[in-house]
């Protein structure tokens, strides 16, 4: 079954994914890639904030937040 | 910018290695990261062991309360609430034993200046006005900050703060600031001048100084008192809730009345002088862990109590010393005070003030704290704080000067969104490094609240209401 | 033999004192300087407030709108400088703060520098302690937070992981004062015991390792590679920002030169 790339975005509360590719530039590239985001990493979605944006991702063990416009420059395959 | 020669070697092998960085598709950078995780993830799987796979602490159970919708923002509101009702109530006791124990000192001054024979006017100045301001604002001062900063402080270890962040970047996405400026505003409530400085927390400058020009409109623990007072007295008498409750519920309130004002003038800027587009947002929600209770308090009480003292020595001690001055130097029968009051009093009856109102929060440039004081000290010409402990003195002390609801619900107005003190002032140049910014921090605030409080005194008077 | 950056201690004391005061640093008389780095939340200013007590003050940095506490406490009668950097994920990125800490562990000569990992979340933290350790040798891992990860049944092989690592591994849980004799017992091994340490150097992928290689010849023909680890220079010409680069090339100019013989400081590098 072929896996399809779709953006972290998209990614429902609790579902596994793994990065394929990153389409973020600039100064949050370099953020997301020190906190551990980089191909073939695992992030989890585990949580949405009341207004159903900014969204946390479990990465390595830690909990971080983005905003979604952000996250949909994260494209992920989904596990 | 580089102000190197050009023809250094380390630089020319840099440039010549552009397209080497740039290679194959992912820059060499991502690869050198990507390759540091692949290493520790190997590495921690072979030296962590995980004993019990998959089990859920409690705490993880946390956050689903915590972000979510139905109980989200009701508990912030609760633990705000909370917090401000026991900065003010605890308050009460330590701020009453304070105040006795230096009032009780000013006797034995007194008892000094006239075993030395000391003039009557150097004891004025020494006893009735430096020192009895420095009591006042230290007994009044210290006792909530000494609550508020720990308490803040404990939600901060507990991990709760950037859950805050999170629920409320949204809103402040809209008006294209960031989210971590709600915790420079929850930083302001204790002392603006330590908000302004906790927007470096902040990472784009524009967002930054957005935090940093409208900090003001958080009330600070030294705006607290004149609330505190004013809402206490009047509105007490209405209603049969405890006074302590409903100052409490009068703070909220005003608070977010702030908090409105934030969001609108964030937006404003952002739309005008400080346009630009948002920036991303990277917050990291740390597990909850229990704080340290002890060396919380311990460490803060140190802090706030090195701080409240400085800025009771340095600044409440000479404007008590000025304001007696002021009003017992007589310019022909009038003193010096009530005359400016009688000079500033058109502009201050226009936007629903008095005169010795509108000096007293000029005169208290120097921090928001001073700012009952000296106008107690006015109203009651002979410049001297007479004994009142219960507010039930002040009460009689505004109303036998002309005080209405209008002029008690717009001081509060005025309290909230002047300008800002003059450490705070201070703390922005530091930060910002730039006067013009600095000024724009001081005419905002000053233009709004003459505005509102312009506004409503008219419709006031214009609809017979007063 | 190349020596590391930030491996000075056989420079002349009245230079040290010079670059430290760049950097805002004042120490008094034989102080030893150690930095304290690590990732936000992983209970820095915890272990910072455990160590130094009520001997600290907070300023700023020079020149810049960020935090810098220092402290001091002192062990077997001597004393050392504690500098309290800012908590940063990397020393690769931009931000003002990661320029603070990078500048100051790669610049600003400490006497050791002690990286705080969270043992809840080691995977993330272990990147800023590797990048630490290709800086300079003289780094002692403090892995804070042991009692949080004794609440989630994390357990870590502390002696699998300092044989990997080749540098002194101190686990903490400093909120309770748990381990922190043991974490100034190893600074003081570290600094007047001069006890000699192996760094792990990171394993990177072909295509870094061969770009590396690449830049080697051109690097160690450089004055500069008198003073700073090719390698870790060729890493940095790499990834790094111009003004990065620039950083470097400055602080060499201030640098009086030597003999790579002179410079040799314990600790060998599996290069």
Same mark, same amino acid.
């Given at each position: ?79 | ?230 809402? $206490? ?45 948002? $920036? ?187 | ?271």
């Amino acid at each position: 079954m072929k896996m399809l790339s779709v953006p972290l975005s998209t990614l429902k509360l609790g579902e596994k994914s793994n990065v394929v590719h990153l389409n973020v530039i600039g100064l949050l590239r370099r953020r997301i890639l020190d906190l551990g985001i980089v191909p073939g990493t695992v992030l989890t979605c585990i949580g949405k904030a009341p207004a159903g944006d900014p969204i946390a991702y479990l990465v390595r063990g830690a909990v971080i937040a983005l905003r979604s416009e952000d996250a949909s420059l994260i494209v992920v395959e989904q596990v | 910018m580089s102000t190197l020669n050009p023809l250094d070697p380390l630089l020319k092998i840099y440039s010549d290695t552009e397209s080497v960085r740039l290679s194959s598709g992912t820059p060499i950078a991502d690869r050198v990261v990507t390759d540091i995780f692949a290493y520790t993830e190997k590495l921690t799987q072979r030296v962590v062991l995980r004993e019990d796979c998959l089990q859920t602490s409690w705490k993880d159970n946390i956050d689903k309360i915590v972000i979510s919708r139905v109980f989200g923002y009701p508990l912030m509101l609760l633990l705000l609430g909370t917090v401000f009702w026991l900065t003010i109530a605890g308050a009460n006791v330590p701020s009453a034993m304070i105040a006795s124990v230096l009032f009780a000192f000013q006797d034995v001054l007194t008892h000094w200046f006239q075993l030395v024979q000391a003039p009557a006017w150097l004891h004025g100045v020494l006893v009735l006005g430096m020192y009895r301001t420095l009591a006042w604002v230290t007994a009044v001062m210290l006792p909530p900050m000494a609550i508020f900063f720990p308490l803040f402080t404990l939600l901060e270890d507990l991990g709760y703060l950037p859950r805050v962040a999170f629920n409320l970047d949204n809103m402040f996405k809209k008006a294209n600031a960031c989210g971590k400026q709600c915790l420079t505003m929850c930083m302001g409530f204790g002392c603006n001048a330590a908000g302004v400085v906790a927007a470096r927390i902040i990472d784009s400058p524009r967002e930054r100084l957005i935090a940093i020009l409208t900090n003001n409109f958080v009330p600070c623990n030294g705006r607290f008192p004149t609330l505190i007072a004013i809402a $206490s007295i009047f509105m007490a008498s209405t209603l049969f809730l405890s006074q302590s409750l409903l100052a409490a519920g009068m703070i909220t309130l005003l608070v977010l009345l702030g908090v409105a004002f934030t969001f609108a003038v964030s937006w404003t800027l952002s739309k005008t002088i400080l346009k630009g587009e948002p $920036s991303s947002l990277v917050l990291e929600l740390p597990p909850y862990r229990l704080p340290k209770v002890g060396a919380v308090f311990y460490r803060s009480l140190i802090d706030r109590t090195i701080f409240v003292l400085r800025r009771a020595l340095v600044v409440a001690a000479p404007a008590g010393a000025l304001t007696w001055i002021l009003a017992n130097v007589y310019i022909g029968n009038v003193s010096v005070i009530a005359y400016i009051a009688g000079v500033l009093d058109p502009i201050a009856k226009a936007i629903g003030l008095d005169g010795f109102i509108l000096m007293a929060f000029i005169l208290g440039l120097p921090a928001n704290e001073i700012v009952v004081p000296i106008l107690l000290m006015s109203y009651l010409s002979t410049g001297q704080l007479t004994e009142f402990n219960s507010l039930f003195e002040l009460k009689k002390v505004l109303l036998a000067n002309g005080w209405t609801w209008l002029t008690a619900f717009n001081t509060m107005l005025f309290a909230l969104l002047h300008w800002p003190c003059a450490t705070t002032l201070l703390s922005m140049y530091k930060e910002t490094g730039s006067k013009k910014w600095t000024f724009m921090g001081f005419i905002i605030p000053t233009v709004i609240a003459f505005s509102v409080c312009f506004i409503i005194a008219q419709a006031a008077y214009l609809l017979g209401l007063v | 033999m190349k020596l590391k950056l930030g491996d000075h201690s056989n420079a002349p004391n009245d230079h040290s004192r010079v670059m430290r005061e760049q950097f805002g640093i004042r120490t008094t008389g034989e102080q030893y300087v150690i930095a304290l780095a690590g990732n936000p939340n992983v209970g820095k200013s915890t272990v910072f407030n455990a160590l130094t007590g009520l001997h600290q003050h907070t300023g700023n940095w020079p020149g810049k709108t960020v935090d810098n506490a220092q402290g001091h406490y002192s062990y077997r009668n001597k004393s050392f400088l504690l500098v309290d950097l800012p908590g940063t994920y990397s020393l690769l990125a931009h931000s003002v703060e990661e320029e603070i800490a990078r500048d100051f562990i790669c610049f600003g000569q400490p006497d050791a520098t002690i990286v705080v990992l969270d043992a809840t979340s080691l995977e993330r933290n272990l990147n800023l302690a590797l990048q630490v350790m290709e800086i300079s040798s003289k780094v002692i891992i403090c892995v804070n937070l042991i009692d949080e990860a004794r609440k989630k049944k994390l357990s870590i092989n502390f002696g699998e992981l300092e044989k990997e690592l080749g540098v002194p591994i101190v686990p903490t849980a400093a909120r309770n004062g748990e381990g922190l004799s043991d974490l100034q017992k190893a600074v003081y091994s570290m600094v007047v015991e001069k006890k000699k340490t192996w760094p792990k150097q990171i394993p990177y992928s072909e295509e870094v390792e061969q770009a590396i290689s690449a830049l080697l010849p051109k690097v160690e023909a450089l004055s500069l590679a008198s003073l700073v680890n090719p390698k870790w220079l060729a890493l940095r010409l790499l990834d790094s920002d111009v003004s990065f680069i620039e950083t470097i090339s400055r602080y060499a100019a201030t640098q009086p030169q030597k003999t790579v013989a002179s410079q040799r400081q314990g600790g060998e590098f599996i290069l």
